[in-house]
Structure formats: structure tokens, C-alpha cells
């Protein structure tokens, strides 16, 4: 699923391609995506696009006073071409004035892409719960050691939910934990202070780097840049050698997601046991 680096740099480019561009008129192919119904989603015929934003994972488009927000699940992505995207993968389709045609689409099985239309992004129910973003001026040191102290998690499990912190997935958790030295199953509300600061820079410097990188894969279609494994420290990249150490990536189950790690660089060189086989190793 896009995070925070693919989705931010997905919503600069959406505004800087789209911006002006008046709607001709928008087809909504998958109806179980379409989550609101008044205002009604023709009312977008005729407007032009202002702007575009991201908070956590949702992007939206700018058109007036309404937000056009979408949730790209895990297979979802944004192109914009001369044509609509097949209807066998399209979710949603907005067609401009000048030809152009922006096309969400969604592929695998499991169909979970969303869309709103409503004139505050608030009202977007998922939006209502989340917590600070890791680039936000605001969230210093302190910030996230009030986070980590409310526990509940690992602190793999703590990175990645949006209700603590908002914007970082499975893939870049991986890489930000790889950066701070840290093992996936560590009990965050046990960090002292040096390592909630390093885990603290570690989150800004990973995304802010990822980020930038990102931005330069973008050409002339919106899209949602990926990530390739030279970008990624440890992510996905299992039985290749850390480019830090030079020992094996492991990786582990967490539930349904796949998690990665140095073991020489994160866990003192204990291989973490599978939790669907066995106990964790911490």
C-alpha cells in the first residue's frame, strides 16, 4: 500500500498536473467504492481543480469548496492519459476539458480502494481518529515519547497505527526501525531517551530521504511512484546482504505482514522466530 513518501509526492504532482483543469464529467465504475452520496458526485461536472493533498494515506483533489478523496488500498493507483483506464480495473474515472483523462484503478481481488466527495476533509470518517504525521513541524522528540508510551503494541505494531501515527505502513517501518538500530518486537513504552531520539530521527530522515528520491521517478503521467530495492535498506529484501553489516536480511510474520531486518544491525544477531511457528525472540 502507498505511504506517506509515495502519497506525498503522488499529491504534488496531482497538483501540479491538474491544477486549472475544469471536469468534463466523472464515471464512477465500482460503486461499492463510492462511500458518500450528497453532495452527488455529477456535482464535480464543471469545476476546476485547485489543488491536491495527502493526510496519511488518503489523497485528495481540490475542487472549490468539495474534496475529492481517495484511499488507494494495496493494489490502487492514480494515471492520467488521453484515455480511461479498462473497466476491469477502473474504480473511478474523472475526464477533463481538455482531453485528459484521470483514472483510479485498483488491482488484485481484495477491492478495498474508497472514495468521498464532501466539502470538509474531515468528514471522512478514517481521517477523524488519526494521529500526527512524522514530518509535521510538531512532532518533536517529545511528541513521539508520549506516543510510545501508551504501549499496547510492538513497536512495529506502534509505527504503523494511524491512530498513534499516521502515514507510515509495513515497508518504510521496516526501514526506519533498520536506521534506528531496533528490533521490530521491541516494547516501545521501554525506550530511555537516547533511543526515543534516535528512533525520532530515524523516522524523519528515512521519510524525508524516501521522499526526495521518490520525487525524481515522476514523468509526465501521474503516478504513484514505487520504490524500488535500492531504495529500501531491508524491506523486501530478504536473504540479500545490508548494505550497513553485510549479514542476511531476515523476515518475519506479523500477523498477515511480512516484516524485515538486519539481524547484526537490529537484534544483536538473534534470529527472530516465526510467530506462526513459534514464540518471538526479542
Given at each position: 500500500?502507498p505511504e506517506?513518501?509515495?502519497?506525498?509526492v503522488?499529491?504534488?504532482?496531482?497538483?501540479?498536473?491538474?491544477?486549472?483543469?475544469?471536469?468534463?464529467?466523472?464515471?464512477?465504475?465500482?460503486?461499492a467504492?463510492?462511500?458518500t452520496?450528497?453532495?452527488?458526485?455529477?456535482s464535480?461536472a464543471?469545476?476546476a481543480?485547485t489543488g491536491?493533498?495527502?493526510?496519511?494515506?488518503?489523497?485528495?483533489?481540490?475542487?472549490?469548496e468539495?474534496f475529492?478523496?481517495?484511499?488507494?488500498?494495496?493494489?490502487?493507483?492514480?494515471a492520467l492519459?488521453p484515455?480511461?483506464?479498462s473497466?476491469?480495473?477502473?474504480?473511478?474515472?474523472?475526464e477533463l476539458?481538455?482531453?485528459?483523462?484521470?483514472?483510479?484503478t485498483?488491482g488484485?481481488?481484495?477491492?478495498r480502494?474508497a472514495?468521498?466527495?464532501?466539502d470538509?476533509?474531515?468528514?471522512?470518517?478514517?481521517?477523524?481518529?488519526?494521529?500526527?504525521e512524522?514530518?509535521d513541524?510538531g512532532f518533536?522528540?517529545?511528541?513521539?515519547?508520549a506516543?510510545?508510551?501508551?504501549?499496547?503494541h510492538?513497536?512495529?505494531?506502534?509505527?504503523?497505527?494511524?491512530r498513534?501515527?499516521?502515514?507510515?505502513?509495513?515497508?518504510?517501518?521496516?526501514?526506519?526501525?533498520?536506521?534506528?538500530?531496533?528490533?521490530?518486537?521491541a516494547?516501545?513504552e521501554?525506550?530511555?531517551?537516547?533511543?526515543?531520539?534516535?528512533l525520532?530521527?530515524?523516522l524523519v530522515?528515512?521519510?524525508t530521504?524516501?521522499?526526495?528520491?521518490?520525487?525524481?521517478?515522476v514523468?509526465?503521467?501521474?503516478?504513484?511512484?514505487k520504490?524500488?530495492?535500492?531504495?529500501?535498506?531491508?524491506?523486501?529484501?530478504a536473504?540479500?546482504?545490508?548494505?550497513?553489516?553485510?549479514?542476511t536480511i531476515r523476515?518475519?510474520?506479523?500477523?498477515?505482514?511480512?516484516?524485515s531486518y538486519?539481524?547484526t544491525?537490529?537484534?544483536?544477531g538473534?534470529?527472530l522466530?516465526?510467530?506462526?511457528?513459534?514464540?518471538?525472540?526479542?
Amino acid at each position: 500500500m502507498p505511504e506517506l513518501p509515495e502519497l506525498d509526492v503522488l499529491a504534488e504532482n496531482l497538483a501540479a498536473r491538474l491544477a486549472g483543469a475544469r471536469v468534463a464529467a466523472v464515471r464512477v465504475v465500482s460503486v461499492a467504492a463510492l462511500k458518500t452520496f450528497d453532495p452527488p458526485i455529477d456535482s464535480l461536472a464543471g469545476l476546476a481543480i485547485t489543488g491536491a493533498g495527502r493526510r496519511a494515506k488518503y489523497v485528495w483533489l481540490e475542487l472549490g469548496e468539495l474534496f475529492l478523496v481517495m484511499h488507494l488500498s494495496l493494489g490502487g493507483r492514480l494515471a492520467l492519459g488521453p484515455k480511461p483506464a479498462s473497466r476491469k480495473v477502473a474504480v473511478l474515472t474523472v475526464e477533463l476539458d481538455d482531453g485528459r483523462v484521470l483514472s483510479m484503478t485498483e488491482g488484485g481481488t481484495q477491492r478495498r480502494a474508497a472514495v468521498w466527495l464532501v466539502d470538509d476533509v474531515e468528514k471522512v470518517p478514517p481521517l477523524a481518529g488519526l494521529g500526527p504525521e512524522p514530518l509535521d513541524p510538531g512532532f518533536t522528540t517529545a511528541r513521539l515519547a508520549a506516543i510510545l508510551a501508551e504501549g499496547g503494541h510492538t513497536l512495529k505494531g506502534m509505527l504503523t497505527d494511524q491512530r498513534a501515527m499516521a502515514g507510515v505502513g509495513n515497508a518504510w517501518s521496516d526501514d526506519v526501525l533498520h536506521r534506528a538500530r531496533m528490533s521490530p518486537f521491541a516494547r516501545p513504552e521501554r525506550l530511555d531517551q537516547a533511543e526515543v531520539e534516535r528512533l525520532h530521527a530515524a523516522l524523519v530522515g528515512v521519510l524525508t530521504e524516501a521522499r526526495a528520491a521518490l520525487a525524481q521517478q515522476v514523468g509526465d503521467e501521474v503516478v504513484i511512484p514505487k520504490a524500488s530495492e535500492r531504495l529500501f535498506a531491508v524491506h523486501a529484501r530478504a536473504g540479500a546482504a545490508c548494505f550497513v553489516c553485510g549479514d542476511t536480511i531476515r523476515s518475519v510474520w506479523m500477523g498477515d505482514r511480512e516484516t524485515s531486518y538486519c539481524p547484526t544491525c537490529q537484534t544483536g544477531g538473534r534470529i527472530l522466530a516465526d510467530r506462526r511457528r513459534s514464540r518471538f525472540l526479542r
